[in-house]
């Protein structure tokens, strides 16, 4: 890092600190690191050398660690490192306003039809495609949804999915603000839908993406306040359901881990354990929900609450075979986790194996995700490196 770089990471920093009224010595304390060493940070005259710091400073500024890198969404040059999110965001922009997008043709079956293949294309982490399909997709449920008076349910339905799909993708490349905007919109039309069940999956995202805005207690809250209303309003316990109702339970055990809320986070991953044996793998309405997918979050959770070990004991009794196909992303998402749970025992050699078969499973997953960075400054000694020529290449070019 450059000094101008590091004079502006401080800046940012510092900003961040006062808008939360902090001094100096008390946000120092609560990263544990000394007064000094966080005045050397905010003058430019050292770096922020570990993620785990930055992931406690953003934490405790109530910020996206974004904010304070400047750099999660674009590349060297200063572009964005997803190519389609500027694409997808002057989409967004259109709100269907006549001339937005040339309609002709362009039929719900058709529109539904390219929201199921970018939604398999985020779930296969072919986050390119997705982004090629999303832009004009976007313009075209938005102008579906004002051509004729009110937005049919139907209409609204098909752009709740569209909406949904550019949240899940826009969160997984890095993109947290136009994905929250985006899951936002799906909310809402899911709600305008009347479709009970969908507007419980759009809530299920959403519950993900306040924990993402550094907010788990009011995640947790909208979760589990989701899963309530499907209780009310859907008695009937068909598989897709119940898939929401557990997936509402993991977004909600997630949350709970974001707040290091150890009993709250177990007695929800066993209530969703619970759930998953009765539904067995499945994916519906894109939820992945299963005992896989259970013990996926379970993983997560236990690294988010600082237990490695724990976390790697579950992957290594995972059978990844059982999940439906398709699912690139669970997949891809173990080996991460694994990698950083084994990072953190010091395990270096193992998280690099595992960062490897990561990147060849699913490479566009491994480049655009910011969370995969958290174990590179862990893991990467030049040794190591040296060993695994390929690592190094991929290293380097995230650099």
Request: aromatic share 6%; with cysteine; charged share 20%.
């Given at each position: 890092?450059?000094?101008?770089d ?5 800046q ?16 120092a ?10 005045s050397?940070?905010e003058?430019?005259k ?6 785990s ?6 934490g ?12 999660a969404d ?5 572009r964005?490192?997803y ?5 997808i965001?002057?989409?967004?922009m ?7 997008v040339?309609?002709?043709?362009v039929t719900l ?6 929201a199921r293949s970018a939604?398999q294309a985020?779930q296969?982490t072919?986050?390119?495609a997705?982004?090629?399909?999303l832009?004009?997709?976007i313009r075209?449920?938005?102008t579906?949804?004002?051509t ?11 752009r709740a999915r569209?909406?949904d799909t550019a949240?899940a993708v826009?969160?997984?490349v ?7 905007a985006?899951a936002d919109?799906a ?7 009347g479709?009970?069940l969908?507007a419980?999956?759009s ?11 550094k907010h788990p207690?009011?995640?947790l809250g909208?979760a589990m306040a ?6 009310h ?6 598989p ?8 509402l339970?993991?977004?909600a055990a997630?949350?709970?881990?974001a ?9 929800l991953l066993a ?14 309405l894109g939820?992945a929900f ?6 996926i ?13 724990t976390?790697?004991?579950?992957g ?6 059982a ?6 992303g669970?997949r891809?998402q173990?080996?991460l ?6 990072a ?5 050699a193992a ?16 480049r655009?995700?910011?969370a995969?960075r ?9 040794s190591?490196?040296?060993?695994h ?6 290293r380097t070019a995230?650099?």
């Amino acid at each position: 890092m450059t000094p101008s770089d590091r004079e502006a990471a401080g800046q940012r920093i510092a900003r961040a600190r006062r808008r939360r009224g902090l001094s100096q010595a008390v946000l120092a304390g609560l990263v544990g690191r000394s007064e000094s060493w966080l005045s050397q940070v905010e003058r430019g005259k050292r770096s922020v050398d570990s993620h785990s710091v930055l992931l406690r400073l953003a934490g405790v500024l109530r910020v996206d660690i974004e904010e304070l890198t400047g750099s999660a969404d674009r590349d060297e040059t200063g572009r964005r490192a997803y190519p389609a999110a500027s694409l997808i965001e002057q989409a967004m922009m259109g709100y269907g306003v006549p001339g937005s997008v040339d309609g002709s043709g362009v039929t719900l079956d058709f529109l539904r039809s390219q929201a199921r293949s970018a939604y398999q294309a985020y779930q296969a982490t072919r986050y390119d495609a997705a982004g090629r399909i999303l832009p004009g997709l976007i313009r075209g449920v938005d102008t579906a949804a004002r051509t004729v008076g009110s937005p049919s349910p139907a209409a609204c339905a098909v752009r709740a999915r569209v909406y949904d799909t550019a949240a899940a993708v826009l969160s997984r490349v890095g993109e947290p603000f136009l994905a929250w905007a985006a899951a936002d919109r799906a909310l809402f039309a899911a709600e305008q839908s009347g479709d009970a069940l969908l507007a419980a999956a759009s809530a299920w995202r959403m519950s993900y993406m306040i924990t993402g805005r550094k907010h788990p207690q009011e995640a947790l809250g909208l979760a589990m306040a989701a899963a309530a209303a499907l209780d009310h309003t859907m008695r009937a316990s068909s598989p897709a359901r119940l898939s929401v109702y557990g997936a509402l339970h993991l977004a909600a055990a997630t949350a709970a881990a974001a707040s290091f809320d150890r009993a709250t986070t177990q007695s929800l991953l066993a209530i969703a354990r619970g759930i998953a044996d009765r539904t067995g793998e499945a994916n519906h309405l894109g939820t992945a929900f299963g005992p896989v997918n259970v013990a996926i979050h379970a993983i997560s959770a236990s690294l988010r609450l600082g237990d490695p070990r724990t976390a790697a004991e579950t992957g290594e009794a995972l059978d990844l075979a059982a999940m439906p196909v398709g699912l690139v992303g669970r997949r891809t998402q173990v080996n991460l986790d694994l990698a950083r749970a084994y990072a953190m025992t010091r395990k270096d050699a193992a998280a690099v194996n595992l960062l490897l078969a990561g990147e060849r499973l699913s490479p566009q997953l491994v480049r655009y995700d910011p969370a995969t960075r958290d174990v590179l400054p862990n893991c990467c000694a030049a040794s190591t490196a040296h060993r695994h020529p390929s690592f190094g290449r991929w290293r380097t070019a995230r650099a």
